[in-house]
């Protein structure tokens, strides 16, 4: 993250993202899968790291290999072609966008950093400061009750931050700055997304 002024001074907080450039590696439709969407290919990859059957699927697009696959559903499928490039002329500056991911992974964690329970007390001997404390009921039902916050693993799920706002897009270096915060740790892959319309 970094941040940058605005055009009339306001400090905005921004996200520099590497967003392409994205080639088609397959394209999906109903006829033969069921369903229209784009398979997407993102950051090379050097041809010995890959596996002879997947360089014989890269081959149907050009023969480069990408790091990253990944699809996206569009509605005309047959206005692309494989081995084009995707890149940012999709959006423009005040765009809304939704940037989905997997957010950092924090491990096992106690109930007061994953769930923000309150601390007790530090004094008069008090052995209860970071734990959860009674978690369980009496003589009915005499059992915890599902659902309950308990430590646990936190962290490291998918997670999509939405209507995120396009502040400044730069071309000529692949660069997506979105107002805000995304899923995950810096070097993270993530997907970017059009929201779908308002019904």
Same mark, same amino acid.
């Given at each position: 993250m970094t941040s940058l002024f605005g055009s009339n001074g306001e400090y905005i907080p921004v996200t520099v993202i590497e967003a392409g450039p994205c080639t088609v590696t397959q394209i999906k439709t109903k006829a033969n899968d069921g369903y229209d969407a784009l398979q997407l290919g993102f950051g090379p990859k050097k041809k010995s790291r890959v596996n /002879?059957? #997947?360089? !014989?699927?890269?081959? /149907? &697009?050009?023969g480069e290999c990408y790091a990253f696959l990944r699809e996206f559903k569009v509605d005309d499928p047959e206005a692309f072609e494989l081995g084009q490039t995707v890149t940012l002329d999709m959006f423009t500056v005040g765009d /809304?966008?939704?940037?989905? !991911? +997997?957010?950092?992974? +924090?491990?096992? &964690?106690?109930?007061?950093? +994953?769930? !923000?329970f309150h601390l007790g007390r530090k004094t008069h001997g008090s052995h209860n400061y970071r734990l959860p404390g009674s978690i369980g009921n009496s003589a009915w039902p005499s059992k915890v009750i599902k659902g309950k916050k308990m430590p646990g693993r936190? !962290?490291? #799920?998918r997670q999509t931050m939405r209507n995120l706002e396009v502040v400044d897009i730069r071309p000529e270096l692949n660069l997506?700055?979105? /107002?805000?915060?995304?899923?995950g740790p810096v070097n993270a892959t993530i997907e970017i997304k059009k929201p779908k319309a308002a019904k």
């Amino acid at each position: 993250m970094t941040s940058l002024f605005g055009s009339n001074g306001e400090y905005i907080p921004v996200t520099v993202i590497e967003a392409g450039p994205c080639t088609v590696t397959q394209i999906k439709t109903k006829a033969n899968d069921g369903y229209d969407a784009l398979q997407l290919g993102f950051g090379p990859k050097k041809k010995s790291r890959v596996n /002879k059957p #997947v360089q !014989g699927h890269f081959e /149907k &697009s050009g023969g480069e290999c990408y790091a990253f696959l990944r699809e996206f559903k569009v509605d005309d499928p047959e206005a692309f072609e494989l081995g084009q490039t995707v890149t940012l002329d999709m959006f423009t500056v005040g765009d /809304k966008i939704d940037v989905s !991911g +997997r957010n950092k992974g +924090r491990g096992f &964690s106690g109930v007061t950093k +994953r769930h !923000g329970f309150h601390l007790g007390r530090k004094t008069h001997g008090s052995h209860n400061y970071r734990l959860p404390g009674s978690i369980g009921n009496s003589a009915w039902p005499s059992k915890v009750i599902k659902g309950k916050k308990m430590p646990g693993r936190y !962290g490291n #799920v998918r997670q999509t931050m939405r209507n995120l706002e396009v502040v400044d897009i730069r071309p000529e270096l692949n660069l997506l700055l979105v /107002k805000g915060a995304v899923p995950g740790p810096v070097n993270a892959t993530i997907e970017i997304k059009k929201p779908k319309a308002a019904k």
